[in-house]
């Protein structure tokens, strides 16, 4: 009897570490199967048979212990390991690997399974799948670009002939800096010198003309003539013409008279002479005009004239394209111009062939620190009437509060169009794949809009799952309720596109396992082979 339990043993080490090699091998065999999570086996002893029970220690003895013979071993555990695989980068947008405990979710023809390979596409009717079995992937769709709340799982689909609508703009943030140490925009003195020739006759003329600009930013041309009446008499006229060749102020005509003797200018409409003030409300101008330093002798006619000491006037700009509700663009350009300290006029405009503005214009007055202070009207909002067929739109300008949009302080102009709310339609051309699981759907007029959202899976007990093949799970009765949730924070697993979680089956351990089985192999039938020696040894007695 004892000869046949060491028999039994024996045999359950080969058979067990037959098991053992079934196991290493499985995991070598899948050294480069993505998402493969390894299995280890471990082993236990049977039941012990009891030679002698032991008894308790007395005044006289001490106590005896059991003997006990084991009768062999036996499986214990066939575990996974779970532990994290290396990342391998494919470049390609829909490889998803998992850095987590997560797992994917499939559905095949009504039934669930999981899975740690991430190698998915998208089929003819634009569903993500893995292209194995057809299992399509779990998650939530978006609408209206919103990823509806809770766990519903559904089918991740993607229409790839997607189109976005056309986005009526209605609202533009403006920022940036206006400089407090700015000139005002409009001219303030145009100053004539030069030399009128003696020699004239009567009835010729010397012209002068310079651009001077009104206090929003408008470029007009003054054009002031000397024409001769008589001796050392000349008719003076000015007019002020704008950038369409149109007059807008005069001609106005005053008699000059020069010195006969000096040259000098002696007379003005019959007064000494003096600064003329041209100005014009509407127009938003107001410049001194100065022909005092006017001469006429016998040398060449030489009149000539500057601006504000030829500074360039200020005028801030900054363009923002815009969309009317057959999502064609248009674009709005702001212009800011100084009329005094801290205080600024705005206006907008669209070149004619967009349409035309209303509620165009106004102004911004700043604190002393910089910031806005009052803002007429406000809010600013324009009324376009675009050309082409689309409808009438209202935009809003924000030019921000306090120190909070536009400022003005020492720094250097700049004022830029920050955000605005309006869109051409437009189609999907590419996707991108967030660690949050979101699919973001980019479309050709730069827009992003977030199409679906993959969904993970995670389990109490993920040991119990069952392996069906094709790297897929499903669940068993110790598996426990997977709980559904979105990847980041509440699933404690991300998402990496462009890449495929590898096999964590390390070679150098499964070889070492390799070695240790073998051995136990080998030691296990040479206890059968001598058991039957002895065996053969006691047939042997009766000969």
């Known amino acids: 009897m004892p000869l046949l339990n060491s028999l039994f043993s024996g045999v359950s080490g080969l058979r067990n570490h037959q098991y053992m090699m079934d196991v290493i091998s499985n995991n070598i065999s899948n050294v480069n199967t993505i998402g493969y999570k390894g299995s280890r086996i471990t082993f236990s002893d049977t039941f012990n048979r009891i030679l002698r029970y032991g008894s308790n220690p007395t005044n006289t003895t001490g106590g005896i212990n059991s003997f006990q013979i084991g009768l062999g071993m036996r499986i214990n555990t066939v575990d996974r390991t779970w532990n994290q695989g290396t990342f391998e980068g494919t470049g390609i947008t829909t490889d998803l690997a998992l850095q987590g405990s997560g797992l994917f979710i499939l559905e095949n023809n009504g039934e669930k399974f999981?899975?740690?390979?991430?190698?998915?596409?998208?089929?003819?009717?634009?569903?993500?799948v893995n292209p194995q079995n057809g299992g399509i992937v779990q998650g939530k769709?978006?609408?209206?670009?919103?990823?509806?709340?809770?766990?519903?799982?559904?089918?991740?689909?993607?229409?790839?002939?997607?189109?976005?609508?056309?986005?009526?703009?209605?609202?533009?943030?403006?920022?940036?800096?206006?400089n407090s140490a700015s000139s005002l925009t409009r001219s303030?003195?145009?100053?004539?010198?030069?030399?009128?020739?003696?020699?004239?006759?009567?009835?010729?003329?010397?012209?002068?003309?310079n651009t001077i600009y009104d206090e929003n930013g408008n470029s007009y041309t003054f054009i002031v003539t000397y024409?001769?009446?008589?001796?050392?008499?000349?008719?003076?006229?000015?007019?002020?013409?704008?950038?369409?060749?149109?007059?807008?102020?005069?001609?106005?005509?005053?008699?000059?008279?020069?010195n006969p003797t000096t040259g000098a200018l002696a007379t003005v409409n019959g007064n000494p002479p003096a600064v003329i003030q041209i100005q014009d409300t509407t127009l938003g101008i107001n410049f001194n005009f100065n022909m005092t330093q006017i001469t006429q002798n016998n040398a060449t006619s030489t009149v000539a004239s500057t601006v504000d000491s030829n500074r360039k006037p200020t005028i801030i700009t900054g363009s923002v394209t815009i969309f009317d509700s057959l999502g064609n663009p248009h674009i709005l350009t702001l212009k800011f111009t100084k009329v005094g300290n801290n205080n600024w006029r705005w206006s907008a405009s669209?070149?004619?062939?967009?349409?035309?503005?209303?509620?165009?214009?106004?102004?911004?007055?700043?604190?002393?620190?910089?910031?806005i202070n009052v803002i007429i009207p406000n809010p600013p909002v324009l009324t376009?009437?675009?050309?082409?067929?689309?409808?009438?739109?209202?935009?809003?300008?924000?030019?921000?509060?306090?120190?909070?949009?536009?400022t003005q302080t020492s720094a250097s102009s700049v004022v830029s169009a920050l955000s605005q709310n309006g869109s051409a339609s437009a189609?999907?051309?590419?996707?991108?794949?967030?660690?949050?699981?979101?699919?973001?759907?980019?479309?050709?007029?730069?827009?992003?809009?977030?199409?679906?959202?993959?969904?993970?899976?995670?389990f109490p007990n993920v040991n119990g799952l069952l392996s069906?093949?094709?790297?897929?799970?499903?669940?068993?009765?110790?598996?426990?309720?997977?709980?559904?949730?979105?990847?980041?924070e509440s699933s404690g697993t991300t998402i990496q596109s462009g890449a495929l979680e590898q096999s964590n089956v390390d070679l150098s351990e499964e070889f070492t396992r390799m070695i240790v089985s073998q051995r136990g192999f080998q030691a296990s039938a040479r206890v059968v082979t001598v058991s039957d020696s002895l065996l053969q040894e006691i047939t042997n007695l009766v000969r």
């Open 114 to 128: 999981f899975t740690r390979a991430g190698s998915f596409i998208f089929d003819a009717e634009g569903r993500l």
């Open 141 to 178: 769709v978006a609408k209206d670009g919103i990823i509806p709340p809770g766990n519903y799982l559904e089918n991740i689909k993607i229409d790839s002939n997607m189109r976005l609508p056309a986005v009526v703009t209605s609202q533009i943030s403006w920022g940036g800096n206006l």
């Open 188 to 209: 303030e003195n145009y100053l004539q010198t030069g030399n009128i020739n003696s020699a004239l006759a009567i009835g010729e003329s010397v012209t002068d003309q």
């Open 227 to 258: 024409t001769k009446t008589g001796a050392d008499t000349y008719n003076m006229q000015y007019r002020l013409r704008n950038s369409n060749g149109s007059t807008v102020l005069g001609p106005t005509t005053v008699p000059v008279v020069f």
């Open 350 to 371: 669209v070149p004619e062939s967009s349409g035309t503005l209303s509620g165009n214009s106004g102004s911004i007055t700043f604190n002393t620190d910089g910031s």
């Open 384 to 406: 376009f009437n675009p050309t082409g067929g689309a409808s009438s739109q209202n935009v809003t300008l924000n030019f921000g509060e306090g120190f909070d949009g536009i």
């Open 427 to 458: 189609s999907l051309s590419n996707l991108n794949i967030d660690k949050y699981g979101h699919i973001i759907g980019v479309f050709s007029n730069g827009q992003s809009r977030k199409l679906a959202q993959i969904m993970l899976a995670i």
């Open 468 to 488: 069906v093949g094709e790297n897929l799970f499903t669940v068993s009765a110790n598996t426990g309720e997977a709980l559904v949730a979105e990847p980041g």
